[in-house]
């Protein structure tokens, strides 16, 4: 039980560390502590669902239908270019920008608009089926230990390892904020965060 949960944990820990298009508005978030909670959770019960999904067989079934993910690669490639304009707009208007508190951008995101953004960079990233549907998923089936109950606490270990990262992104980027107090610094992080959104659209585009 503990060995499968603990690969399980380190396996998904290895894949999510890089900072992608997810990560790096969790991150944004966070450092404007804007609907965080809502944030961390929408994406670490997301992970849980595709994770479990994985495990169940679905991946197997996703992967056989190539055309699901080719949809929604350009779907995602759409919206990528689409928010990356949007930061980038963002650092051109830096007394727009929010100080340390995060609090002027804050008051003016609706929870609705940050909860559709969080969704759509989640559900129409092709990364994040490639490495929780079809890879944690096929990896689980190496964890059976001849009962079928192995390769679901190697998802619980997975899903506790997004649950961490994402807590650990959103609620503790706020110990960047004293880095980030003026908005020239804003615009730097905008600008990253458009220069990220790009790179992953170009390498989704290409494949």
């Not at 490639?130 to 899903?159: C, K, N, Y």
Request: net charge positive.
């Amino acid at each position: 039980m503990l060995a499968p949960a603990l690969a399980g944990l380190l396996t998904t820990a290895s894949l999510i560390v890089a900072i992608g298009a997810q990560n790096a508005y969790v991150l944004r978030q966070g450092l404007l502590r804007s609907h965080v909670g809502v944030v961390v959770l929408i994406c670490a019960v997301s992970d849980a669902v595709l994770i479990a999904a994985g495990i169940a067989g679905v991946g197997a079934l996703v992967d056989e239908t190539g055309w699901a993910l080719r949809v929604v690669r350009w779907l995602g490639v759409a919206f990528l270019l689409w928010y990356a304009v949007g930061s980038l707009r963002r650092a051109t208007r830096p007394e727009s920008l929010a100080a340390a508190n995060g609090t002027a951008n804050a008051a003016a995101e609706t929870r609705r608009s940050v909860v559709t953004r969080v969704v759509l960079l989640t559900w129409l990233n092709p990364h994040v089926y490639l490495d929780t549907l079809l890879l944690i998923g096929s990896i689980a089936t190496a964890h059976d230990g001849g009962e079928p109950a192995g390769r679901w606490w190697f998802g619980v270990g997975a899903a506790l390892a997004s649950l961490l990262w994402f807590c650990g992104l959103g609620f503790g980027a706020r110990l960047l904020a004293p880095l980030l107090a003026r908005p020239r610094s804003w615009q730097v992080l905008e600008l990253c965060i458009a220069a990220t959104m790009i790179l992953v659209a170009v390498k989704l585009a290409l494949g």
